[in-house]
Antibody, heavy 116, light 109 residues
Framework: QVQLVQSGAEVKKPGASVKVSCKASGYTFTSYGISWVRQAPGQGLEWMGWISAYNGNTNYAQKLQGRVTMTTDTSTSTAYMELRSLRSDDTAVYYC?????????WGQGTLVTVSS | EIVMTQSPATLSVSPGERATLSCRASQSVSSNLAWYQQKPGQAPRLLIYGASTRATGIPARFSGSGSGTEFTLTISSLQSEDFAVYYC???????????FGPGTKVDIK
C-alpha cells in the first residue's frame, strides 16, 4: 500500500532553517511528483510547490521563492523540503503528498513551530 | 493568479440531509478542479478530481459538478463521518501555481 511517512515535529528559532523529510513506499517513486502543502494553526491549506521525483524539476509558490528548496533522494525514495530564514508565520503543519496537481496520498504531517 | 472562493464558510446540516457546497474561481479553470475532505488532526483526503470524478474508494454519496468558474460538491445524505472541512483546489494550466479555496466547514445541526 502507498505510504508517505514524514519526519517528526521541529521547534526552531526565527532565522533558522528546517528540513522535513517524506519517505515514500508502496509505489514507484520516480513515476510521481511530490507536492508540499502547509497549514497554519486553524487556517486553510497553502500550496508550497512540487518536485518531480523523476528529474528533480521544481515549481515553487512565488511567495516562498528564495527561501524554499525541495529535493529528492531516489535511492531511498525520500523527498525533502527545506525552508530557510524562518519567521513566526511559518509555524504550521507541513504535508507532503503524492502527485503534481491532484494529490491522492498524503503524509501524516510535520508540525514546525517557530518561536524565540 | 487564480483566486478560489468557497461558500458558505460554515454549513450546518442534520445527519441524513443533503449538503451542497460551492466553489468559485476568479477565472476559468476548465474542469481542473479537485475537492478534499479534512477532519481535525488528519491530513486532507482526495474526494473528487476533474470536477466530477470520484477518487478511489470514495462513496457514491459524494458527487462533483461544474466547469469554468462555478463548481459544486454535493453530499447526498450526510453520514456522521462526513462532518469535516472541505477544500476545493484548482490546477489549471499546470505547471502554473495551484490554489486552494478557504474551505467550508460542515457541522452538525
Amino acid at each position: 500500500q502507498v505510504q508517505l511517512v514524514q519526519s517528526g515535529a521541529e521547534v526552531k528559532k526565527p532565522g533558522a532553517s528546517v528540513k522535513v523529510s517524506c519517505k515514500a513506499s508502496g509505489y514507484t517513486f520516480t513515476s510521481y511528483g511530490i507536492s508540499w502543502v502547509r497549514q497554519a494553526p486553524g487556517q486553510g491549506l497553502e500550496w508550497m510547490g512540487w518536485i518531480s521525483a523523476y528529474n528533480g524539476n521544481t515549481n515553487y509558490a512565488q511567495k516562498l521563492q528564495g527561501r524554499v528548496t525541495m529535493t529528492t533522494d531516489t535511492s531511498t525514495s525520500t523527498a525533502y523540503m527545506e525552508l530557510r530564514s524562518l519567521r513566526s508565520d511559518d509555524t504550521a503543519v507541513y504535508y507532503c503528498a503524492r502527485g503534481y496537481e491532484v494529490n491522492d496520498y498524503w503524509g501524516q504531517g510535520t508540525l514546525v513551530t517557530v518561536s524565540s | 493568479e487564480i483566486v478560489m472562493t468557497q461558500s458558505p464558510a460554515t454549513l450546518s446540516v442534520s445527519p441524513g440531509e443533503r449538503a451542497t457546497l460551492s466553489c468559485r474561481a476568479s477565472q476559468s479553470v476548465s474542469s481542473n478542479l479537485a475537492w478534499y475532505q479534512q477532519k481535525p488532526g488528519q491530513a486532507p483526503r482526495l474526494l473528487i478530481y476533474g470536477a466530477s470524478t470520484r477518487a478511489t474508494g470514495i462513496p457514491a454519496r459524494f458527487s462533483g459538478s461544474g466547469s469554468g468558474t462555478e463548481f459544486t460538491l454535493t453530499i447526498s445524505s450526510l453520514q456522521s463521518e462526513d462532518f469535516a472541512v472541505y477544500y476545493c483546489q484548482q490546477y489549471n494550466n499546470w505547471p502554473s501555481p495551484i490554489a486552494f479555496g478557504p474551505g467550508t466547514k460542515v457541522d452538525i445541526k
